[in-house]
Every structure is written in structure tokens, then in C-alpha cells.
């Protein structure tokens, strides 16, 4: 098997949450003086690889340390302990349509999505005609985008990440976007990438939508791996897990 | 293309790499500068003639307090090209440490050299700086009998290093208000003692009056000497070598420490966000 696409070694994230409150110079000096802090570990040894052609899910209850996850896979925020190692483009689609300006028309935002993802203002020029199409957006693409309809804002910023010939893609709950129609072509195109032998990590609540599309799947907790394997039975255990806790909760209320 | 993190900064090992990577992303950051001046354009019902009325306002208020009503400062020539050039690095600030702040969003989701947002906003502010200088000879022209010269040259020379300085200021602010916002909070008054450090509401002449020890304190404002090094450019003043040479030294020294600070910082930002 050739080399891993991502490989996720014994990562930790801490936080401190003077840090998290947005520090001020007092409460700054307070921790200096105290010098204990408190620490909230949001990613405790996590490892795993997604190897290539493999879509990747991750699933786990809110506060598990998914975003923080992908944060550390993206690159933006750097761990405490352990690395990640990265092979190939990678394009994110942690929130869509970042780096866009709403003000600007959606003709000129390509440009800004492409260049902020990496490319140069030719390599953008290349994939202009190709990008507006895919979005089937028309004239419209020539309005400010704050006239845009949520569906054809998302509709934009999946056509320009599908165009940056990511050979890694990182989805935070978006997995297809639009109305039905371009739902339908928004998978494709995923299933494209994924023949292609690229790889897709996939973040979501849509468990169900989630054990469909990933091949494999690890179930995050509390900052640690507690499963991992072939999607559905991972996303089984991690519905069993969840109905067992609500269950349990109920009977909490009920007593 | 392998990555791996950590490494020791943020973005590339070395800082040849680093640049070598800003460089590569010249593009991006010539649409983020360009894109703002748009939507901003956009958004305003005179537009474009902001680029003009900005500048135009901002003297008009100086010169009718200090021009006017406190006569400190009755050369509006003087008194202009000061104000206009500090205004540029004034804003450096503030504009830096906004860069970072307002841009969260991207800077959580992509991973690129983060000096790209300082830079974009230095470039915009650049064409801003660049219309007031306009202004500035559409006022002194007619008003004040001033007629640019062959000393006009060396802005060649001023603006470079004023970019390199406002650069490093930029970063340096960013690099302290991200994790400490109580600072965007200073700044204006920062700003403030500066400008009245500085030698634009008050004559040159006024230094004679006080002693060789403030005289010397006054002279350590970098303000000094760039303002210096501009009124020979714009307006044939006399130049001065001892300011020539300072201004270099302050220019150099706080572009290479602000953007150190910066990129050593880079790794650690988006905990801040």
C-alpha cells in the first residue's frame, strides 16, 4: 500500500481558557502571577491515517474535538505534541465560501477563492470558465454575491473548491449542496475525486449520510479515539453509544 | 508535496522559504488590496472621490485647528506633507492588527503565510498614501507657492523604506494585539502622542527653545527623520545626512523586528481567534 495521504500521529491540542477568553492583560497577568492553569485537553493522543482513495469519516458528540481535529489536519493550528503528516494538495471546506467577499460580484470572489486556496491568477483564469459553469449560476455571477441566495452562495464555493484539483479534501458537514439536481452532481464529482485517488475526510452529524459515503470511520470522544474502523459499524456503535446515553439521561430526569 | 507540522515556524522552515512562499502568492495578495478598495467603493455612494476627499479632509481639520484657531502652525505645506506621511504609518497600526482580527474566518480554515494580510492592507493603504500626495500639490501648488523640483526623486528613496517601516509596524502591532486586544484600544491614543511628538503641528524652529536633553529625546521619534527625508522630496527642503541616515536605520530595524515577531508568533495566532 503506498504511503498515507494523511497521517495523524499521537496529536494533542490543549488549550488554556484564559487563552480561549481572549486574554487581556490583566487576566494575562493574574495566570502569570498564579502560574497554574487550568488546562482543557480538546485532542488527547489522537492517531490514524486516511489512506489514499479513502473517504474518511469522523463522527462524535459536540465538544469532542472534531473541528479542533480538522483545524490540526488543515494545518491551521499546530498541536502541542505529535504531527500530522500531509501528502498532497489539500483543499478545505471547513465553512464554505471563506475568503469570499460578499460586496464583490461572484465572478470576481472565483478569483479571490482560488487565489486564497493557493493558485495564481492564471491557473484561476484556466479554471474560470469551468468553475462558472459547474455552479450554474449564469449572468448572476456577475452580481454582488450578498444578493445571493444561500444555495447559490454554497453552490459557488463548492464549484471553486471542486476546481482547485484537490487531491485531499477536508468537508465539514457539507457534503452536497444546492437543490436536488445539484446535490446528485455535487456527489459525483466527490466520487470522482475519490476513483481519482484522492482522499476526502468528512465531519458530520449525519451519521447515516455519513456510514453511506465513508469507507472507514473513527468515532471521536472526549479528545480520543474510542473507535475506529469500517464506517457502519463504527457509526452503529457510535448511535448505540448515543441512544444508550439519552436513555440514561431520561431515566436521570425521570427519577 | 509533503508537509509536515509542527515545524519551527508557522508556515516554512526557513525564512527565505517564507518569503519564497509570499512571493509565489503575489497575486492574492494584490486581489485582497484590490478586492477591499472595490467593495469599499462599492459601498459608498461618492466612491472613488473618497481617494481625494479623504485626504482633503483630513488636512482641512488639522489645518483649521493648528492653522487656525491655535495658529501653531500656519505653513500648510509644512504642515500637510507631516501629516500625510505620519497618517500612512499611523494607520499601519491599527490596519495591522485588523487584518488579523477581522480575517479569523479565513485564517482558521487555510493554512497560507499569514504576512499576506498586513501586506494586502499596507499595499491598499499605499494608494491611499499615494492620493493624498496628489492632494497634497493640488493644495501647496496654488496656496503656498510651492513648486515640486528635481528633489522630488527621493521619494524613490522615502517611500521604499516608509513601507518597510509601516510594514514592520503593522506586524508588530498584529503580532500583540491578537493575543492581547486591550492594545487595539490604546492605539488611538498611542497615535495621538505620537502626532503631537511629531514634528508637523509645531515648527522645527520651536526645538531651539528647549533643552539639548529633550532636544535629543524628540529626535529619537522615527517620525523625525522620515518626515525629514519627505519634506526634501515634496516640498525641496534641505536635506539633512544625519536624517538620511536615521531614517534608514529606523526603517530597516523595525521592518526586520516586526516581521520577525510576526512570523515567529504565526503558529500560535489561531488560538487567539
Not at chain 1, 5 to 21: G, L, M, S, T
Not at chain 1, 86 to 95: D, E, I, Y
Request: glycine share 8%; charged share 20%.
Amino acid at each position: 500500500m503506498s504511503a498515507p495521504a494523511i497521517k495523524v500521529e499521537n496529536v494533542w491540542v490543549r488549550f488554556r481558557p484564559y487563552v480561549d477568553r481572549r486574554p487581556t492583560l490583566r487576566r494575562s497577568l493574574a495566570t502569570f502571577r498564579h502560574k497554574e492553569t487550568q488546562l482543557v485537553e480538546a485532542l488527547k493522543g489522537v492517531s490514524f491515517e486516511v489512506q489514499k482513495g479513502e473517504a474518511f469519516g469522523v463522527v462524535g458528540q459536540n465538544g469532542a474535538g472534531k473541528s479542533t481535529l480538522l483545524r490540526v489536519m488543515a494545518r491551521t493550528l499546530r498541536p502541542d505534541e505529535g504531527r500530522v503528516v500531509v501528502r498532497g494538495r489539500m483543499s478545505t471546506l471547513l465553512q464554505l465560501g471563506v475568503g469570499f467577499n460578499a460586496q464583490l460580484s461572484g465572478s470576481r470572489n472565483i478569483y479571490l477563492g482560488g487565489l486564497v486556496a493557493g493558485l495564481n491568477k492564471k491557473q484561476v483564469d484556466e479554471r474560470y470558465d469551468e468553475i462558472v459553469e459547474y455552479s450554474e449560476l449564469g449572468d448572476a455571477i456577475y452580481r454582488p454575491m450578498k444578493t445571493y441566495s444561500s444555495g447559490m452562495f454554497s453552490r459557488l464555493a463548492f464549484a471553486v473548491a471542486m476546481h482547485l484539483d484537490p487531491e485531499i479534501l477536508l468537508l465539514d458537514e457539507v457534503l452536497a449542496v444546492g437543490d436536488e439536481g445539484f446535490k446528485e452532481k455535487s456527489m459525483a464529482t466527490m466520487h470522482e475525486l475519490l476513483d481519482r485517488s484522492g482522499s476526502i475526510v468528512f465531519v458530520s452529524h449525519a451519521v447515516r449520510q455519513l456510514a453511506d459515503f465513508c469507507d472507514r470511520a473513527a468515532w471521536l470522544d472526549e479528545g480520543r479515539v474510542r473507535a475506529i474502523g469500517e464506517a457502519h459499524g463504527v457509526v452503529e456503535e457510535y448511535r448505540e453509544f448515543v441512544q444508550r446515553r439519552r436513555k440514561e439521561l431520561r431515566a436521570q430526569g425521570l427519577a | 508535496m509533503t508537509t509536515t507540522t509542527p515545524s519551527p515556524v508557522y508556515y516554512a522552515r526557513r525564512f527565505n522559504e517564507y518569503m519564497a512562499e509570499l512571493w509565489r502568492r503575489r497575486d492574492f495578495v494584490w486581489f485582497l488590496a484590490r478586492g477591499n478598495i472595490k467593495a469599499r467603493n462599492a459601498s459608498t455612494v461618492l466612491g472613488l472621490a473618497w481617494w481625494v476627499l479623504n485626504p482633503l479632509l483630513l488636512g482641512f481639520v488639522y489645518f483649521f485647528i493648528f492653522g487656525l484657531i491655535f495658529p501653531t502652525q500656519r505653513d500648510i505645506a509644512y504642515l500637510l506633507s507631516g501629516i500625510f506621511v505620519f497618517h500612512y504609518s499611523s494607520q499601519s497600526m491599527s490596519g495591522g492588527a485588523n487584518s488579523i482580527i477581522g480575517n479569523s474566518k479565513l485564517l482558521v480554515n487555510i493554512r497560507f503565510p499569514r504576512l499576506i494580510l498586513p501586506i494586502a492592507f499596507l499595499l491598499e493603504s499605499t494608494f491611499g498614501f499615494l492620493a493624498s500626495l496628489v492632494v497634497l500639490y493640488l493644495i501647496v501648488i496654488p496656496f503656498a507657492d510651492v513648486i515640486p523640483g528635481p528633489s522630488i526623486l527621493w521619494l524613490l528613496v522615502a517611500l521604499p523604506l516608509q513601507i518597510v517601516f509601516n510594514l514592520g509596524l503593522a506586524a508588530a502591532t498584529a503580532r500583540l494585539a491578537v493575543p492581547f486586544r486591550d492594545i487595539t484600544n490604546l492605539i488611538p491614543y498611542l497615535t495621538r502622542i505620537w502626532l503631537y511628538m511629531s514634528p508637523i503641528i509645531w515648527p522645527l524652529s520651536m526645538l531651539e527653545s528647549v533643552s539639548e536633553t529633550f532636544q535629543g529625546l524628540f529626535r529619537l521619534n522615527p517620525m523625525f527623520p522620515i518626515i525629514a527625508v519627505y519634506r526634501t522630496a515634496l516640498l525641496g527642503y534641505p536635506l539633512a545626512q544625519a536624517d538620511l541616515v536615521a531614517m534608514v536605520a529606523w526603517c530597516l530595524a523595525i521592518g526586520v523586528i516586526g516581521v520577525a515577531m510576526f512570523i515567529k508568533f504565526e503558529g500560535r495566532m489561531v488560538r487567539y481567534l
